[in-house]
T-cell receptor
Framework: GQQVMQIPQYQHVQEGEDFTTYCNSS?????IQWYKQRPGGHPVFLIQ?????EVKKQKRLTFQFGEAKKNSSLHITATQTTDVGTYFC??????????FGKGTKLSVIP | NAGVTQTPKFRVLKTGQSMTLLCAQD?????MYWYRQDPGMGLRLIHY???????AKGEVPDGYNVSRLKKQNFLLGLESAAPSQTSVYFC???????????FGPGTRLTVL
C-alpha cells in the first residue's frame, strides 16, 4: 500500500533558526496536505498542494510540492515558540483516504 | 458551529470490556474517519465512511467496528478491549473546500 515517509522525526531549534521537514511518498500523489498538531491538541489543516512544483507561502511557512508529485517540504523561517508542535504531511493518491506521515516534532528553545 | 465533537474525552477500560466512542459533526460533511494515534506512529486510519449507511476498513481495522446510521454521527466500537488498543482516538470529517480533514479533540483511551 501507499507509504508516506517523513523526516526528521524530531527537531530541536533555537528560537530564530529555520526549520524544514521533508515528506516522501512511495507513489505519485494527486495532492498533499500539511497539518499541525499542538501539544495535547488535535491536528489542524494548514494547506493543500495540488500542482507539480507548486510553492505556497503562509507568512513564515513555505510549502513545496515536488515536480514528480512524490515529495514535499515545509520550511519555517525564523522559528518562534508558537511554532512548537508536530507537523504532519498527508498524501492522497486518488482515494477517499489520506495517508499520513509519522510527523516531525518541533521543539523551539527560547 | 461546534465542528467535530467526540465523547468521551477520557476513558479507562479493563481488558475484555466493551465501549463505544461517539463522533458528531455539524458541518453536513459526507465523509468521516476514525484514526488512532500512538507515539512515533503518526495517525493510522481505522475505518471510514463515505456517507450515511456506509463504512469501510482502513489500515488498522482489527478489533474495531463502526456504524454510520446518521450522517452527522460516526460511532467506533470496541467489543473486547485489549491493552494494544490503548491510544488516542481522533475522529475527522472531510470538508469540501480543499477536501481537508477537520479533527475532533480526541479520546484518550487506556486499557488495563
Amino acid at each position: 500500500g501507499q507509504q508516506v515517509m517523513q523526516i526528521p522525526q524530531y527537531q530541536h531549534v533555537q528560537e530564530g533558526e529555520d526549520f524544514t521537514t521533508y515528506c516522501n511518498s512511495s507513489t505519485t500523489l494527486s495532492n498533499i496536505q500539511w497539518y499541525k498538531q499542538r501539544p495535547g491538541g488535535h491536528p489542524v489543516f494548514l494547506i493543500q498542494l495540488v500542482k507539480s512544483g507548486e510553492v505556497k507561502k503562509q507568512k513564515r511557512l513555505t510549502f513545496q510540492f515536488g515536480e514528480a508529485k512524490k515529495n514535499s517540504s515545509l520550511h519555517i523561517t525564523a522559528t518562534q515558540t508558537t511554532d512548537v508542535g508536530t507537523y504532519f504531511c498527508a498524501g492522497r493518491a486518488g482515494s477517499y483516504q489520506l495517508t499520513f506521515g509519522k510527523g516531525t516534532k518541533l521543539s523551539v528553545i527560547p | 458551529n461546534a465542528g467535530v465533537t467526540q465523547t468521551p474525552k477520557f476513558r479507562v477500560l479493563k481488558t475484555g470490556q466493551s465501549m463505544t466512542l461517539l463522533c458528531a459533526q455539524d458541518m453536513n460533511h459526507e465523509y468521516m474517519y476514525w484514526y488512532r494515534q500512538d507515539p512515533g506512529m503518526g495517525l493510522r486510519l481505522i475505518h471510514y465512511s463515505v456517507g450515511e449507511g456506509t463504512t469501510a476498513k482502513g489500515e488498522v481495522p482489527d478489533g474495531y467496528n463502526v456504524s454510520r446510521l446518521k450522517k452527522q454521527n460516526f460511532l467506533l466500537g470496541l467489543e473486547s478491549a485489549a491493552p494494544s488498543q490503548t491510544s488516542v482516538y481522533f475522529c475527522a470529517s472531510r470538508g469540501t473546500a480543499y477536501n481537508e480533514q477537520f479533527f475532533g479533540p480526541g479520546t484518550r483511551l487506556t486499557v488495563l
